[in-house]
């Protein structure tokens, strides 16, 4: 009895199919063979420093099957040969880990039990790793960043002339030079000025009547 074909590692990426063979021969006449896949454990539940192997194969005693890891499909024939292959659609990252292919070979009750390993990694798209870079970065902390002050990037010469006119204008000196009028002290000048004209007529026609 043995594997006629191993499931291999896989890496994949978010979103990819991933498919693993796995096929066995009796190597008897076989009341049945039964073949399952399990999957085992998560990436974060191996052992610090462990590797997986591209296949890993072990004989085994008959166990209790349901009390080790997560069982996903069985397919059971009568004959010597069996395959069956475990297909993963649009895979995520809660999907990696290590998964097994079990064989039972019951040939008139005695039942024997074979195994073989592969690893599934599958890593992070670019789309989920800019969702992961955002949410440890939020953007929001960057509206918190103190502001820099308008006026800092006016240039100092404008600043000056600025200054400059503003003190000119501002000055006691110049706002004394400056002659407040009236409505009322216009009207007085233009009414003052008009008597002198008419004086001065006045002065010409006396002179030409002696």
Request: net charge neutral; with cysteine; proline share 4%.
């Amino acid at each position: 009895a043995k594997f006629t074909e191993f499931p291999r590692n896989v890496t994949a990426t978010e979103g990819q199919n991933v498919e693993m063979s796995c096929a066995f021969q009796s190597g008897s006449a076989s009341v049945y063979l039964e073949i399952q896949w399990w999957f085992l454990r998560a990436a974060e539940d191996q052992e610090a420093g462990a590797e997986v192997t591209d296949t890993q194969v072990e004989l085994l005693p008959e166990r209790d099957l349901d009390s080790d890891g997560t069982k996903i499909s069985t397919v059971k024939v009568q004959g010597n040969d069996i395959s069956h292959k475990l297909q993963i659609s649009k895979v995520r990252k809660k999907d990696e880990g290590l998964y097994e292919c079990r064989v039972t070979d019951a040939n008139y009750g005695d039942l024997q039990e074979y195994k073989a390993q592969a690893f599934l990694k599958v890593n992070a798209n670019s789309h989920s790793r800019r969702m992961q870079a955002f949410e440890a970065s939020p953007m929001w902390l960057q509206d918190m960043k103190p502001r820099k002050n308008i006026s800092a990037a006016v240039p100092s010469n404008i600043h000056n002339s600025a200054n400059q006119r503003v003190r000119a204008t501002s000055s006691p000196e110049a706002a004394a030079k400056i002659p407040k009028q009236s409505p009322q002290s216009g009207a007085r000048i233009a009414t003052s000025h008009g008597l002198s004209v008419l004086l001065l007529v006045c002065g010409f026609v006396k002179g030409a009547l002696l």
